[in-house]
């Protein structure tokens, strides 16, 4: 790697870190509103996540997505768009909800003044990740056609889905991949999925960046999150899929290669 793509790099590394720069912030307002600190001191020890759960009548879950995030880098710089991280809690709680509906009413998607914004970025960092891969693997997309994998997946050699399946949760995850897996063909086909995967007992100078992109979802949707990789084995084994391998491309972001 030359001095140049060396800065580069870490020019990328420093605008996620600025991107995500006060989700640090977010959570302990969400810890404080939970009263997290209270529970443990009470506690007299160490506690279980589970137990910790139900002494805060949280999500076990959600919970310990929440208390992974350590020192963060800001996500959000629209004041609008800042409205649903006062709602983590409610995300949190049991009986959950959309911190996005807690604070306008309704699914960011269908807000008027952020969906543009929304959809805007997501058009941004999209172009970013495909120059991304087609950089450092650009076989991947060798014959693609585009498809709307909610009505129709195309027949197709390969089926291709960026940053998708982090909305959504484990059972519509494996519809999604499951029409994908059809669309293909059994013997040679393989479905392409570009995602965050969260490392565990590990770490990257990604790591904090893909935390605070786990607390966006949480915030921006009902039941989306990013997975870790035994997340994403539950989903692609549960779509039906006889094998995948997991690429780390240097980036945020990482390529998994599902086989029907």
Known sequence: MDVKSIKEEKAEVDIWQYVFGFTPMAVVKCAIELEIADAVESHN???SLTDLASAV??????LGRIMCIAPLLMLEANPATLAPWHKLSKR???DGGSASKAAYGEDIWRYPSLSRL???GMATHAGRAVSEIVERYGEVFEGHVAGDMFKHVPKADVAFIMWVLHDW???ECVKILTKCREAVPKETGKVIIVEAVILEGEEDKYTDARLALDMMIMVHTDKGRERTNEEWD?????AGFSSYTVKDI??????????P
């Open 45 to 47: 020890g160490a506690v």
């Open 57 to 62: 009548a949280c999500s076990p879950s959600a």
């Open 92 to 94: 949190a709680s049991l």
């Open 118 to 120: 929304f959809y805007d």
């Open 169 to 171: 949760c484990d059972d």
């Open 234 to 238: 539950l989903v692609i084994k549960g």
């Open 250 to 259: 240097g980036s945020i972001i990482s390529i998994i290669e599902a086989y």
